[in-house]
């Protein structure tokens, strides 16, 4: 395999190959950050689909490694999601393991948010070991980091200022310390620390969100789970503790894994900060950033709900610095680049092995187990189409579909279903918005041959050549001709590979859309 031209976790792959030959590890550790503050989106999922990537590309040179996926469910919830129970104002500032689940299913809302990700994780067949930060600081697992980063705050605080411009007060503290009465974790204001007896003096005085701290003061130990790093001394704290060899972040932390990175090295005296790829924010179909806490968020439960696993890993393994759109209306556009794939990477429905960007796209995406066999093709925009067209008319569409897919149409059921969920929630509110279109340029005389054309079978091949064979005859310009026959059969502009839709119809709902037109 050539390290210059491969694709990007190959890329990071190689590049872990130097950096355990220098740490002299025999394992790699890789890690992503779960937020449990709101509902996961697309892109919390993107950061573990990602960082798996690079980790099965290392396996597949040679290397084992673990995936830790790191809950901050220690942290204080500072906004109540879109959507969520008013109520939980009242929590603003608690971490969020100690706050109930308002849903009542879960034994808290940290967890009830942590599930939603780890189902996801699990349904992709991501492996990963999960850890608590209430747990871990509970444990004490970075009490050595907390007593070195607090004993060199100055300095902490002079290396964030100088990455991220962000300035600290000479009352800043990296740690956050929580309140013992109201559990309050940004109202208490740290008056004095003790580092020889690792004591912290607080007075929960301060301001959150409008609500004032209870007025408790304590001195209490700031280890075991009594205080919390702020998260870029967290981060870096987690990146020393379990000795991480890599993280994905997204492209507004750059400066943040910047300012992590040198307090791994300058502060807690480990020469190896890990290596990372940031990716560019998803957006939603208008263009705007997706958030948990606005609720603007599209999920990766949404896209599975909809559409295959394998077109959800695709959008994912793209190029991961490239901004792109994840809501339901690219769906289909990611079905079908997983379909050119299939036929990119199979001949004569046997798996080509190799090193092609394609075959090692693909060998990732079926965790390096591609099958030898071809999988089925089904067309998501045509059986989309022919779903909606049928159902419009009042017809069962898996009498249609059961004739096209023939034997195997008891496999594709499960796509059938994602199809006809996909068709119902997302394409029929969008096309009864939109203005039904009913151009049709090509004269009835085409028209006519088609219909003709159509009294017998043919193959898709077939009704190919005579569509351009009609395009030649009445010298008609393609897009002109193939927005008619949309026209015609869909009521709008453009639609999926019409050779496939007109045999997913079959002949007769053909003709029928044809006769409509002829006989006005």
Same mark, same amino acid.
């Given at each position: ?25 025999? @394992? ?45 469910? @220690? ?175 997204g492209k507004d932390l750059i400066e943040a894994f910047n300012a992590s990175s040198r307090i791994v090295k300058e502060i807690l005296n480990n020469p190896n900060p890990p290596n990372g790829v940031f990716y560019e924010l998803f957006t939603t179909s208008d263009g705007a950033k997706i958030s948990k806490s606005i609720g ?120 059938i279903e994602k199809g006809k969920m996909y068709t119902n929630d997302i394409l029929k509110p969008l096309h009864n918005k939109e203005n039904r279109y009913n151009k049709i340029t090509v004269p009835n005389d085409a028209l006519y041959e088609l219909y003709d054309f159509f009294a017998l079978e043919k193959t898709e ?60």
């Open positions: 395999m050539d390290k210059k031209y491969t694709i990007w976790p190959y890329k990071e792959a190689f590049k872990l190959e130097e950096r355990l030959h220098q740490t002299r590890k025999d @394992k790699l550790v890789l890690e992503m950050g779960i937020g449990a503050s709101g509902i996961p989106h697309i892109g919390s999922v993107g950061d573990a689909i990602r960082v798996n990537f690079v980790k099965l590309a290392a396996k597949d040179i040679g290397y084992d490694s673990i995936l830790i996926a790191f809950s901050d469910d @220690k942290d204080g919830l500072r906004k109540v999601p879109l959507g969520f129970p008013k109520e939980l104002e009242q929590y603003l500032g608690v971490p969020v393991s100690l706050i109930e689940d308002p849903f009542g299913c879960c034994e808290s809302y940290a967890k009830h948010m942590n599930n939603f990700l780890v189902d996801t994780l699990t349904d992709l067949g991501i492996s990963y070991e999960f850890k608590s930060s209430t747990e871990e600081y509970k444990k004490g697992i970075f009490n050595e980091q907390i007593k070195k980063i607090v004993s060199k705050k100055e300095l902490v605080g002079k290396i964030i200022e100088e990455e991220t411009s962000s300035i600290k007060k000479e009352d800043w503290y990296p740690i956050y310390v929580e309140c013992s009465n109201c559990h309050n974790v940004y109202t208490t204001k740290i008056s004095k620390l003790d580092l020889d007896k690792n004591l912290v003096t607080y007075d929960c005085i301060d301001e959150f969100k409008n609500k004032k701290g209870c007025g408790n003061s304590e001195t209490t130990n700031f280890l075991n789970g009594k205080a919390k790093l702020t998260w870029k001394a967290d981060w870096a704290a987690r990146f020393d503790r379990y000795g991480v060899d890599f993280e994905c972040y603007n968020s599209f999920t990766a439960k949404d896209w599975l709900k909809y559409a295959s696993k394998d077109s959800l890993l695709l959008l994912m393994l793209n190029n991961p610095q490239r901004a792109k759109e994840a809501s339901a209306n690219v769906i289909p556009n990611y079905e079908k680049d997983y379909e050119l794939l299939l036929y990119k990477v199979y001949k004569n429905d046997v798996y080509i092995e190799g090193d092609s960007t394609e075959a090692l796209e693909f060998k990732l995406i079926k965790n390096l187990n591609p099958p030898e066999k071809k999988p089925l093709i089904y067309d998501f925009s045509s059986l989309c189409a022919t779903i909606e067209i049928l159902g419009e008319k009042g017809k069962i569409a898996d009498l249609y579909l059961k004739r096209y897919f023939k034997k195997s149409f008891d496999d594709l059921i499960p796509i091949r077939e009704v190919q050549t005579k569509v351009f064979d009609l395009i030649k005859k009445y010298n008609l310009d393609k897009k002109d001709m193939f927005q008619s026959l949309y026209a015609i059969i869909l009521k709008r502009d453009k639609g999926p590979k019409f050779t496939t839709l007109s045999a997913m119809l079959g002949n007769e709902e053909i003709r029928i859309s044809l006769e409509s037109v002829l006989t006005k």
